[in-house]
């Protein structure tokens, strides 16, 4: 098979001539903002002409979307999330309403510049600082930031705009046009632009723009706009404000290429805040009701054990793991774009419950050794095509991890800065301390019954929807017993920790991982037996672990005082295994539904029209996250929230095509076989 073009991941910086406390693009030859006030001007043109003021006034309000072109120095969403917080403490909105800003880049500023730009704006450092102190490296892709404080969620596309939002899902409730003028920028402002705003938006959708050129006025009808010039800012005469009002025959279109047998209707099935049931309290259950409780859905967790993240997500510490790929494929974006988010997240949620680095986590980077040959052409390969910038990747010689982390190495590696390790039940305990989270310990759920539109489970309920996040334990029930999982044996162990390996305080990888001491103790992992079912220790698995340790690290093992074949405590635990090694992710389908619906692609009639995928309302998924979990629960959870609430998804739609709950059904009706025959790798 042919592989896809290799695509450098480093986007570049805006270049940026500041003349007089006024940035000017030297890509575009024009200013960032009005040199009479920038902050006036966002009020005038997208705030009042999208009728903020009016809409935010809603006691009743839990969320809003706001989509922008051309981020640029921040102003926009600076001074947006300034006035969303003003409103909340005047009383006009909910304190937990939540409000998701996503805004597409193609020339990010470099952080240098962007703190150049916020000094101009003292009024607003409130918000300013908490971006700052986020602000994503120049990735190209989706970079999703959170600001506790006041709710916010800012969803930074690092791209072209045509070609970030070509693959973005979702519903956008007002739309702030900026960028550079169509005569300095004309490749932005395309007729594919605004079939994309016109796909993202429905009846209460708004529109405004500094501009009121022609080519913009007529984009936004054709897109179902109506359209009106208005007065503009400052020396601007007029600008553009309007409505999402479609003709009768301007149909919504599925974007080109796309299946409808893994799409979803965001419109028809986006759920107001309410209640909802998610059945486990490890990392995929607790991620997943921390990210609704944050947008105000009460949360009932129900949890088998005794207490939360005590099966798969029982491990004293985990790392933060992404196996880097020159590929462009959706799995690689996927566990990519996974790995960046949860960097944020987990430090954010720590910090934010007043933990810091050092007893249950620490972030201060992860150390990928070139442990044998595949891998050390691998790292040469993404250091020689600029795969990261130096400030997530750094390549390391052996002298280096020396004297920088204190760990005598015979070979070099790469430093995965922002990445580290954690201790996953105390993070689960900081997820499901929030307020608007129930956890029920001892729940053994064996039914889900449908009620009326909404869902009970055993004895609990209703609620207005259900996510199953118990690893393979979600294949017990009646409407998910066709998923295809399997549990896979894992053994770690414990090494207990010497005067000379505490010293050192960075998580290595390599064909194993070693992290540093918690409790007096090191873990190291881990095996992989997808074929043993045996839930007691094995030392032979033991000595495997300390046999790959020995044999990467001999100068660490020696400090270990690494026994040669002596008996050993750890913990064995199992992994839930797709087929493809991707998580399931999304809402869940009716399996008999789909057979029916989509027998025809048995036959070959891949090209006739089909209606969308039938799933069971308000049910949806997150598992299968293999040994991954630490990385991809967090994004899966945003994942789940944006498909809950309507939102504009964190991934793009060939990422929610590749993890859809469907797709092993869609397989097996291609292939004419029974629905739950899908064969696992070796």
Same mark, same amino acid.
């Given at each position: 098979m042919k592989?896809?073009?290799?695509?450098?991941?480093?986007?570049?910086?805006?270049?940026?001539?500041?003349q007089?406390?006024?940035?000017i693009s030297e890509?575009?030859?024009?200013?960032?903002?009005?040199r009479?006030?920038g902050?006036?001007?966002?009020?005038?043109?997208f705030?009042?002409?999208?009728?903020?003021?009016?809409r935010?006034?809603?006691?009743?309000?839990?969320?809003?979307t706001?989509?922008e072109?051309?981020?640029?120095?921040?102003?926009?969403?600076l001074?947006?999330?300034?006035?969303?917080?003003?409103?909340?403490?005047?009383?006009?909105?909910?304190m937990?309403a939540?409000?998701?800003?996503v805004?597409?880049?193609?020339?990010?500023?470099?952080?240098?510049?962007?703190?150049?730009?916020?000094?101009?704006?003292p009024?607003?450092?409130?918000?300013?600082?908490?971006l700052?102190e986020?602000?994503p490296?120049?990735?190209?892709?989706?970079?999703r930031?959170?600001?506790?404080?006041?709710?916010?969620?800012?969803t930074?596309?690092f791209?072209?705009?045509?070609?970030?939002?070509?693959?973005?899902?979702?519903?956008?409730?007002?739309?702030?046009l900026?960028?550079f003028?169509?005569a300095?920028?004309?490749d932005?402002?395309?007729p594919?632009?605004?079939e994309h705003?016109?796909?993202?938006?429905?009846?209460?959708?708004t529109?405004a723009?500094?501009?009121?050129?022609?080519?913009?006025?007529?984009?936004?009808r054709?897109?179902?706009?109506?359209?009106?010039?208005?007065?503009?800012f400052?020396?601007?005469r007029e600008?553009?404000?309007?409505?999402?009002?479609?003709?009768?025959?301007?149909?919504?279109?599925l974007?080109?290429?796309d299946k409808?047998?893994?799409?979803?209707?965001?419109?028809?099935q986006?759920?107001?805040?309410g209640?909802?049931?998610?059945?486990?309290?490890?990392?995929?259950g607790?991620?997943?009701?921390?990210s609704?409780?944050?947008?105000g859905?009460?949360?009932?967790?129900?949890?088998q054990?005794p207490?939360a993240a005590?099966?798969?997500?029982?491990?004293?510490?985990?790392?933060t793991?992404?196996?880097?790929?020159?590929?462009?494929?959706?799995?690689?974006?996927?566990?990519?774009?996974?790995y960046?988010?949860a960097?944020?997240?987990?430090?954010?949620?720590?910090?934010a419950?007043?933990?810091?680095?050092?007893?249950?986590?620490?972030?201060?980077?992860l150390l990928?050794?070139?442990?044998?040959a595949?891998?050390?052409?691998e790292?040469?390969?993404?250091l020689?095509? @600029?795969?990261?910038?130096?400030?997530l990747?750094?390549n390391? @010689?052996?002298?280096?991890i020396?004297?920088?982390?204190?760990?005598?190495?015979?070979?070099?590696?790469?430093?995965?800065?922002?990445?580290g390790?954690?201790?996953?039940a105390?993070?689960?305990?900081?997820?499901?301390?929030?307020p608007?989270?129930?956890?029920?310990?001892?729940?053994?759920?064996?039914h889900?019954?449908p009620?009326?539109g909404?869902?009970?489970?055993?004895?609990?309920?209703?609620?207005?929807?259900v996510?199953?996040?118990?690893?393979?334990?979600?294949?017990?029930?009646?409407q998910?017993?066709?998923?295809?999982?399997?549990?896979?044996?894992?053994?770690?162990s414990?090494?207990?920790?010497?005067?000379a @390996?505490?010293?050192w305080?960075?998580a290595v990888?390599?064909?194993g991982y070693v992290n540093?001491?918690?409790?007096?103790?090191?873990?190291?992992?881990?095996?992989?037996?997808?074929?043993?079912?045996?839930?007691?220790?094995?030392?032979?698995?033991?000595?495997?672990?300390?046999?790959?340790l020995r044999?990467t690290?001999?100068?660490l093992?020696?400090?270990?005082?690494?026994?040669?074949?002596?008996?050993?405590?750890g913990?064995?635990g199992?992994?839930?295994?797709?087929?493809?090694?991707?998580?399931?992710?999304?809402?869940?389908?009716?399996?008999e539904?789909?057979?029916?619906?989509?027998?025809?692609?048995g036959?070959?009639?891949?090209?006739?029209?089909?209606?969308?995928?039938?799933?069971h309302?308000?049910?949806?998924?997150?598992?299968?996250?293999g040994?991954?979990?630490?990385?991809s629960?967090?994004?899966?959870a945003?994942?789940?929230?944006?498909?809950?609430s309507?939102?504009?998804?964190?991934?793009?739609?060939?990422?929610?095509f590749?993890?859809?709950?469907?797709?092993?059904?869609?397989?097996?009706?291609?292939?004419?076989?029974s629905?739950k025959?899908?064969?696992?790798?070796?």
């Amino acid at each position: 098979m042919k592989q896809p073009p290799n695509r450098s991941r480093i986007v570049e910086n805006a270049q940026i001539d500041w003349q007089q406390s006024t940035p000017i693009s030297e890509q575009f030859e024009d200013v960032y903002f009005s040199r009479d006030c920038g902050p006036d001007e966002t009020q005038h043109v997208f705030i009042h002409h999208n009728r903020l003021e009016q809409r935010w006034r809603d006691d009743s309000l839990s969320g809003f979307t706001i989509a922008e072109t051309g981020f640029g120095t921040g102003l926009n969403f600076l001074c947006t999330a300034d006035y969303w917080q003003q409103q909340k403490h005047a009383g006009h909105l909910p304190m937990n309403a939540h409000l998701h800003f996503v805004s597409v880049e193609k020339y990010p500023l470099a952080l240098a510049d962007m703190r150049i730009a916020s000094r101009q704006w003292p009024q607003l450092v409130s918000v300013t600082e908490p971006l700052l102190e986020q602000y994503p490296a120049p990735v190209r892709g989706v970079h999703r930031l959170y600001f506790a404080g006041p709710n916010i969620t800012l969803t930074l596309i690092f791209d072209d705009a045509i070609a970030g939002f070509s693959g973005l899902d979702g519903l956008v409730d007002a739309w702030f046009l900026d960028g550079f003028a169509p005569a300095k920028n004309p490749d932005m402002w395309q007729p594919a632009l605004f079939e994309h705003i016109g796909r993202l938006s429905y009846a209460p959708t708004t529109v405004a723009t500094f501009t009121a050129a022609g080519v913009v006025k007529r984009g936004l009808r054709d897109a179902g706009f109506k359209v009106e010039k208005v007065a503009g800012f400052g020396r601007k005469r007029e600008m553009l404000r309007g409505d999402y009002l479609p003709a009768p025959t301007q149909q919504r279109q599925l974007p080109p290429g796309d299946k409808p047998w893994f799409h979803f209707d965001y419109q028809a099935q986006r759920k107001a805040t309410g209640s909802v049931a998610v059945i486990g309290a490890g990392m995929a259950g607790a991620t997943a009701a921390n990210s609704l409780a944050r947008r105000g859905w009460q949360v009932t967790v129900l949890e088998q054990e005794p207490r939360a993240a005590s099966q798969g997500s029982g491990n004293p510490t985990g790392i933060t793991f992404t196996k880097l790929s020159l590929h462009d494929t959706p799995q690689n974006r996927f566990y990519q774009w996974a790995y960046l988010y949860a960097c944020r997240y987990i430090q954010s949620t720590f910090l934010a419950a007043g933990i810091e680095p050092g007893v249950d986590w620490n972030l201060n980077g992860l150390l990928r050794l070139a442990f044998d040959a595949k891998e050390a052409r691998e790292q040469a390969a993404l250091l020689a095509e @600029s795969y990261w910038p130096p400030s997530l990747l750094e390549n390391l @010689s052996p002298a280096q991890i020396q004297e920088r982390l204190g760990i005598e190495s015979p070979i070099g590696g790469l430093m995965l800065h922002g990445g580290g390790w954690l201790h996953p039940a105390a993070w689960c305990d900081v997820l499901l301390s929030h307020p608007k989270i129930e956890l029920l310990t001892s729940q053994c759920v064996t039914h889900l019954t449908p009620t009326a539109g909404r869902w009970r489970v055993n004895q609990h309920g209703p609620f207005d929807a259900v996510i199953l996040a118990n690893a393979f334990g979600s294949a017990r029930f009646q409407q998910s017993s066709h998923l295809p999982l399997k549990p896979v044996r894992g053994q770690i162990s414990y090494l207990p920790a010497t005067a000379a @390996s505490l010293e050192w305080q960075h998580a290595v990888n390599y064909h194993g991982y070693v992290n540093p001491a918690r409790a007096g103790f090191h873990c190291v992992g881990a095996t992989f037996d997808p074929r043993s079912e045996a839930s007691t220790e094995r030392q032979e698995d033991h000595q495997w672990n300390c046999d790959q340790l020995r044999s990467t690290l001999p100068a660490l093992a020696e400090a270990l005082g690494l026994p040669h074949g002596g008996p050993l405590q750890g913990r064995v635990g199992f992994r839930c295994q797709t087929p493809d090694y991707l998580p399931i992710i999304g809402p869940l389908p009716d399996a008999e539904a789909y057979r029916q619906q989509f027998d025809d692609l048995g036959k070959g009639f891949l090209k006739r029209e089909f209606p969308f995928g039938p799933c069971h309302d308000g049910l949806f998924i997150t598992c299968g996250h293999g040994s991954r979990g630490i990385t991809s629960t967090c994004f899966a959870a945003e994942i789940l929230a944006s498909y809950l609430s309507g939102e504009p998804q964190p991934a793009d739609r060939e990422i929610l095509f590749a993890i859809h709950p469907a797709r092993f059904l869609i397989r097996n009706i291609m292939r004419r076989t029974s629905l739950k025959t899908t064969e696992f790798k070796s």
